[in-house]
């Protein structure tokens, strides 16, 4: 299957760059499956298409303030780097740009010396493995230095970084926001369980899939990336 098949024109005039006052105020498009009746709604009105005894089930991951800027040790020079996954503890992954700049031993300073990245391994797509160096809680540094990892299509930076995570983010972990989940407000899912709707909370911290473009042609050839996730024996 070709990915050209999947192409469609998105004016960027109509790509918000700022969110909605009112999270439920966003708009929702709704398509009857059986009579193919369309209709243009706000978000706040899903109420009407969830009825008793269905299970709404919820990504309760908490987005990280992954995106950090820093300076190489020896040659100064400004490094970006996008924290995708703790795979021991203090060793991440990430990507970095350029990424060329980044070698094995190369170390990255943050924050006057709030944070050091050590580079100990190169992976294949740009990837880079880091030995991380700070005192403290590694969440709280983060939040100091790092900022939010917006889709590369939003232009300007968040002024709040809670409008980034969903009214329901409770564990750390993902490089980007599971952004279906941005429009509910705590108004709506109480509203949604006093109409007898369970609500199931799992979680699933989206990593390096979310940032990288299909680059091949044929859909079916694409090697997707394997993301961390736990559902509870009450899940």
Known sequence: MKIDLFDFDLP???????????????????????????????????????????????????????RLMGIKEDTKALIEVLLLKEIDYG?????????????????????????????????????????AYYEGIFLEVLDKLGTMPLP?????????????????????GSAAAPTAGLHFTKELLDKI?????????????????????VAVDDIFKHHMHSETYEISKVA
């Open 91 to 131: 060793v991440w992954k990430a990507l970095t740009k350029p990424a060329k700049r980044v070698k094995v031993g190369t170390k990255i300073n943050f924050g006057d010396g709030l944070l050091t990245l050590e580079c100990i391994d190169v992976k294949d797509e740009g990837i880079r493995i880091f030995k």
């Open 152 to 172: 590369p299509y939003i232009h300007e930076q968040l002024k709040d970084k809670s409008r980034y995570q969903t009214v329901y983010a409770e564990i750390p």
């Open 12 to 66: 960027k005039e109509l790509i918000a760059q700022h969110p909605i006052e009112k999270r439920d105020h966003s708009r929702l498009f709704y398509i009857d499956r059986k009579s193919g009746e369309k209709k243009h709604l706000h978000f706040y009105d899903i109420i009407d298409y969830l009825n008793e005894n269905d299970v709404l089930v919820m990504n309760n991951t908490k987005v990280i303030p992954a």
């Open 193 to 213: 369980k006093a109409k007898g709707i369970e609500i199931i909370e799992i979680t699933l911290h989206v990593g390096l899939g979310t940032f990288r473009p």
